[in-house]
């Protein structure tokens, strides 16, 4: 059967192993296996999501409120937006396909960092559109210029602020000074899926949703509750943009995108900040760990700004093979090689999931 031919050299996207597949594959219990692959909140979520979620569970039978009043509400006080400035996904990463289907198309061009999020390119060519990178795999935003400026068809730029999966992280008045360049027919995402975790570690990295949409109305901000708010299982994010463009993304929307369990645990999970604080902290503390034992054992990071962490082998190891051997113990990572480096990236679990990682990883690193 033919199908749309911009689908015919597509990659779909791969997944971060699930323990079920570890637990078939290499006979492992279950409650041994550690999933340190696609950055979720090892300590899970806050309590109070759970309690609410089983109270709503006897409201399956019913369509969630298809406005999302309650979420929007309290999306706007957290951030002093209006309702009309906010769109619901499931998962911030909805949100970026609503936005590249609404300015990409095969006459134009998308533009992002060497090394980042592979939706972007994956939602880029379902457009049939070009994807752009800088030659430096971390975010250059005088390599972005340039390139912006030697193509006038780039209808959409990607600043994943931090960066997913190198960890690194623009400063916000870098982020600022380059959107003065841009055109105001260019929509620039701001991905800032980790950005509980940036603004933490370094205020300098700060990026307001308010603040960044006034000044350029050509910017969607996107959150997401699936990575410090620990929701990745209910599938929830949000864009954040001038009503102009929030109106074009609510016209490709699906109705119901969201659940009514999903809908009731992000709104739970917002009036509990304490428990995104005390993940966030215990991440950078055991982040230090991390560096500790690269320090020691040789190899290189790149200074996280996220919930994960990379480390770099020289020639004499090889990443996959490294991945493949934490997983056959029951560790599961995400191996960078696809990414055209030799490198894996380890989201930071509990202070336990750590200390099993830093005993196994001994012991097959000889
Ligand atoms: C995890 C992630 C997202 C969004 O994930 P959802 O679960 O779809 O909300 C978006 N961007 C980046 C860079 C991410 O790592």
């Known amino acids: 059967m033919q199908f749309n031919s911009v689908l015919d050299n597509l990659k779909t996207y791969e997944a971060g192993k699930p323990i079920e597949l570890v637990v078939r594959e290499y006979g492992?219990?279950?409650?041994?296996v550690i999933k340190l692959a696609s950055n979720e909140n090892p300590r899970g979520c806050s309590p109070k999501v759970i309690e609410a979620v089983r109270a709503e569970a006897t409201k399956m039978n019913l369509y969630p409120d298809d406005?999302?009043?309650?979420l929007k509400e309290a999306l706007s006080q957290k951030y002093n937006v209006e309702d009309k400035n906010i769109i619901i996904g499931s998962g911030s990463d909805q949100v970026i396909e609503l936005a590249i289907h609404a300015k990409a198309n095969s006459h134009t061009k998308v533009l992002m960092a060497g090394i980042t999020f592979?939706?972007?390119e994956i939602y880029t060519l379902q457009t049939g559109a070009t994807v752009l990178r800088t030659p430096s795999s971390q975010h250059n935003l005088k390599e972005m210029l340039e390139i912006y400026q030697a193509n006038k068809d780039i209808s959409v730029i990607f600043l994943c602020v931090p960066n997913n999966p190198l960890g690194e992280c623009l400063d916000a008045k870098d982020v600022y000074a380059f959107l003065d360049q841009i055109d105001k027919e260019t929509l620039v995402v701001i991905d800032a899926a980790y950005l509980e975790y940036g603004a933490f570690k370094d205020p300098a990295k700060k990026i307001d949703p308010r603040d960044v949409i006034s000044k350029y109305p050509n910017t969607i901000y996107t959150g997401t509750f699936s990575k410090a708010y620990g929701l990745g299982g209910m599938r929830c994010g949000y864009g954040i943009a001038q009503p102009e463009i929030i109106q074009v993304l609510?016209?490709?929307r699906a109705p119901f995108n969201i659940t009514t369990l999903t809908l009731k645990a992000a709104i739970v999970a917002l009036s509990d900040q304490a428990f995104v604080d005390a993940s966030v902290k215990e991440n950078f503390e055991q982040m230090k760990r991390y560096e500790q034992f690269a320090k020691e054992l040789g190899f290189k990071t790149i200074e996280s700004y996220t919930n994960f962490?990379?480390?770099e082998f020289d020639a004499s190891k090889n990443s996959g093979e490294?991945?493949?051997k934490l997983m056959e113990k029951g560790i599961i990572v995400r191996n960078l090689g696809s990414y055209g480096m030799n490198a894996i990236r380890i989201t930071i679990g509990t202070p336990e999931q750590n200390s099993r990682f830093f005993e196994l990883f001994t012991t097959i690193y000889k």
């Not at 492992?28 to 041994?32: A, G, L, M, R, V």
């Open 322 to 324: 490294i991945a493949q």
């Open 28 to 32: 492992i219990e279950p409650k041994d």
């Open 118 to 120: 592979a939706m972007y």
């Open 250 to 252: 609510l016209k490709l």
């Open 67 to 70: 406005s999302m009043y309650e």
């Open 309 to 311: 962490i990379v480390l």
